[in-house]
């Protein structure tokens, strides 16, 4: 099978089939549009964060996060329950989804009833994760993504290709074609440029919108502060322009208390951007109150679980303390060669290699922890300890192979299982690498690999040798 | 100037704000409003942080409409009709944290969301009392009162983009210039 890395970047409706990894990896090896915009983006968000990070202003940040993580997950249902009741106090309502179905049915009927024609949005991966957009737009309403880099790949029909910078997979060169396209006219590709074409568009839409739907960063048990971490503004308009804010909050986010945002926040935006603080941080305590002549006159909560709960109390619960700052995409020599599409979900990376294949039942990602050349990089920067690389050799060990995998190391385990074989077997190895040339699946395990020199004599020889030696 | 107003107006600098030291809050908005005639958004004269007195935003929205800008205040019953033509807009702050040069904001009565994030320009008085050292501090002095307010922002230098090509553009959504008058 061939895929071109425009259908492998195409925005996949759920059901529809997707090719296998390798076919994936091997049209975003071929992009060369691609591999110029991934070589510019490791440099840059991988300097500013290891410059941000090494600031003795913020020594001990890592572990103080890491604890509270930690601790919110442990107790991440008496957390939610202590969240619920804060948001309700504060007049917000409360929804819980089981899974994508439910979010999109709760948000859909929603929107109905209050005869919502346009919503606008701030960028969330968690609606990405439930295809809300799509849904949207098949009960005939308009859909506004307003995070310039999720406008770019709303326009071009994509889907994100890095979870804070949704268009990082595009040029320059390709965002002006495509500005250019919607404008009618050609621009000017100057950055400056192509953002005020942006927001000159986008301003109508804040102003006219029926909804704002955006995600959540953290939310607070106690105070039941809803908090999201921007750079351009769109979250802040989208959350105090419209007359109703939907957040959608999958169930991990939640922290103990208000005042762990002061470690929170900088945490992840330096290991995000590597700014200190990024421009805006929005602290949302529910609906306007009396007196305020802005900010939505109703405010709405889905809590998604979508399969999260599912790994409380699994070697994978550490996944659940991941905050998405993106370091581990940054950082991983296998997302800087092949980019975010070809992990084929919403989520990419290390983080998106443990979290897929979890999040969704069947076997759609189950090759994704090969995606991975093991080399704890993305463990060695995470912000929040999650042992990423030790999580997807967890994973390969459960993932179902195929039958003739499965033979094959049947047969191995059992030849090593006896003496003689083993034996044999390891003077076979000083052959094996012409022999395994010989089949087909052993050309393709040994294409690439460089297998170490086999010793001249084996162990058991030289060790029968060395004893009846005088 | 103060050690916390200098660490301040350095941090804002590095993020490409505009930092007016023991300036005369009056003067630099009509500076910065300029000569042309604009519209100017001007939040009630109340303090964010419920302690102290205003900041003299009365007098400023007084000597810009004396200067021929039309000023727009919360109280106006056209303050949303006319807020997304306003050039400027002017606020106090309920804290200022010196080690990012940022804004600490809430909302309220007299205090909408939209001054500090829909005109072209962000301009912001912050006094002597409003200086803390960090975000913890920040945020423990808004979470003192008892109730938060219904919404609050922390605002770091102007509205930026990393979108094209992971080099940060300023001026996307929010405001392109943000002004702070320190004391």
Redesign the interface.
Same mark, same amino acid.
């Given at each position: 099978m061939t895929v071109t890395y425009v259908e492998v970047a195409r925005h996949r409706r759920a059901g529809e089939p997707l090719a296998p990894l390798r076919d994936r990896a091997r049209a975003s090896l071929g992009d060369e549009d691609l591999q110029g915009a991934l070589r510019v983006m490791a440099g840059r968000f991988n300097v500013g964060r290891r410059i941000a990070m090494s600031d003795p202003a913020v020594s001990g940040l890592r572990e103080k996060g890491m604890a509270i993580r930690s601790e919110g997950v442990a107790r991440l249902r008496e957390n939610l329950a202590r969240l619920e009741k804060s948001l309700t106090d504060l007049g917000v309502h409360v929804h819980h989804a089981a899974d994508g179905a439910a979010a999109v049915r709760v948000i859909s009927d929603l929107a109905r009833a209050r005869g919502v024609k346009k919503v606008v949005k701030s960028k969330s991966m968690a609606t990405e994760e439930i295809d809300l957009n799509a849904h949207l737009e098949d009960i005939g309403i308009e859909v506004v993504e307003t995070d310039l880099g999720e406008y770019i790949v709303q326009k071009a029909h994509e889907r994100p290709s890095h979870i804070i910078a949704p268009a990082v997979h595009k040029s320059r060169v390709q965002v002006t074609t495509l500005f250019s396209e919607l404008a009618g006219h050609p621009l000017p590709d100057r950055r400056e440029d192509l953002c005020a074409f942006a927001q000159e568009r986008l301003r109508d839409d804040f102003l006219t919108a029926d909804m704002g739907i955006s995600g959540v960063n953290f939310a607070c048990a106690d105070t039941g502060t809803l908090v999201l971490v921007t750079n351009e503004g769109n979250g802040r308009m989208t959350t105090s322009l419209p007359p109703i804010h939907v957040a959608v909050m999958p169930i991990e986010k939640v922290l103990p208390r208000f005042s762990d945002l002061g470690v929170m926040v900088p945490l992840l935006v330096r290991n995000a951007t590597g700014q200190k603080l990024s421009s805006y941080v929005s602290f949302l305590n529910g609906p306007r109150r009396e007196g305020e002549v802005d900010g939505p006159e109703e405010m709405h909560v889905v809590i998604l679980d979508n399969g999260r709960t599912g790994l409380l109390g699994t070697p994978f619960e550490p996944m659940l303390r991941c905050i998405r700052c993106a370091a581990c995409l940054n950082v991983c020599p296998v997302y800087g060669t092949i980019g975010g599409h070809a992990y084929g979900g919403t989520y990419s990376g290390p983080m998106g290699a443990v979290l897929a294949p979890l999040l969704h039942g069947g076997e759609e990602f189950d090759d994704l922890p090969e995606a991975t050349s093991l080399c704890g990089a993305c463990s060695s920067v995470c912000p929040v300890g999650i042992p990423l690389h030790e999580l997807l050799i967890t994973l390969r060990q459960r993932a179902r192979t195929s039958r003739g995998k499965r033979w094959f190391f049947g047969l191995w385990s059992r030849a090593w299982s006896r003496p003689s074989l083993y034996r044999a077997s390891a003077r076979l190895a000083r052959y094996g690498r012409p022999l395994a040339r010989l089949t087909p699946p052993g050309r393709r395990w040994a294409e690439g690999r460089t297998l170490p020199e086999p010793a001249r004599q084996t162990f058991h020889a030289w060790w029968a040798k060395t004893r009846t030696a005088p | 100037m103060s050690e916390l107003a200098e660490r301040f107006a350095r941090?804002l600098a590095a993020?490409a704000g505009t930092p007016h030291a023991g300036a005369n809050a009056a003067e630099v908005a009509l500076e910065v409003a300029g000569q042309t005639p604009i519209v100017a958004a001007v939040d009630d004269d109340t303090d964010g942080d419920g302690g102290g007195g205003g900041v003299g935003l009365d007098a400023i929205a007084g000597e810009l409409a004396r200067a021929g800008h039309r000023v727009l205040r919360?109280s106006d019953a056209w303050? *949303?009709a006319e807020l #997304?033509g306003a050039y400027l807009g002017v606020t106090g702050c309920a804290a200022a /944290?010196a &080690? +990012?040069g +940022?804004l600490l904001l809430t909302? %309220?009565?007299?205090r909408?969301?939209?001054t500090s994030?829909?005109p072209r320009v962000h301009l912001a008085i912050v006094k002597e009392g409003d200086l803390v050292p960090?975000?913890?501090d920040g /945020?423990?002095r808004v979470?003192d009162g008892g109730r938060?307010?219904?919404?609050? #922002?922390?605002? +770091? %230098?102007?509205?930026? *983009?990393? &979108?094209?090509?992971?080099?940060? +553009?300023? %001026?996307?959504? %929010?405001?392109a210039h943000v002004h702070v008058v320190l004391p």
């Open positions: - | 941090e993020v919360p303050w *949303s #997304a /944290l &080690d +990012t +940022t909302f %309220g009565p007299g909408p969301r939209g994030l829909v960090s975000l913890p /945020l423990a979470a938060l307010a219904s919404a609050m #922002a922390c605002v +770091t %230098g102007p509205s930026r *983009s990393g &979108d094209i090509e992971q080099i940060l +553009t300023l %001026g996307v959504h %929010g405001p």
